[in-house]
């Protein structure tokens, strides 16, 4: 069965960093494009950034994020990360990240493209 564990969230002061990691059981992670999303309480699900299968490599990252936030995968681990810095108060969300066989690019899975696999969130609280 492919699943998907974020781990790495917790409490965190403004202006600190998190790295979040994504690790799959039961597949190789370097055939799928994954993307991290968050979701806010009261807020719709955000598409933050993502990274296309292995072949390709390439990234691509919403606005919101762009300059904070780093993805990368690590072929070894079948593992891919959210390296997290500069976090504001507004971060606050459970963060997801979700995997599907390239159907289409980067960018369009951050906008909102359907994913096949989805873990279950860790939640990234920050706060003095």
């Known amino acids: 069965q492919l699943q998907l564990v974020e781990s790495g969230g917790g409490l965190v002061q403004p202006g600190g960093s998190l790295r979040l990691s994504c690790a799959a059981s039961g597949f190789s992670l370097d055939f799928y494009a994954i993307a991290w999303f968050r979701q806010a309480p009261g807020k719709e699900r955000e598409g933050l950034s993502c990274i296309s299968s292995r072949d390709d490599g390439s990234t691509h990252y919403a606005d919101s994020v762009k300059g904070r936030f780093t993805i990368s995968r690590d072929h070894a681990k079948n593992t891919v990360y959210l390296q997290m810095n500069t976090l504001e108060p507004e971060d606050t969300a459970v963060y997801y990240c979700?995997?599907?066989?390239?159907?289409?690019?980067?960018?369009?899975?951050?906008?909102?493209?359907?994913?096949?696999?989805w873990g279950k969130g860790t939640l990234v609280t920050v706060s003095s």
């Open positions: 979700a995997a599907d066989l390239p159907h289409t690019y980067c960018p369009a899975y951050v906008a909102g493209y359907a994913m096949a696999y």
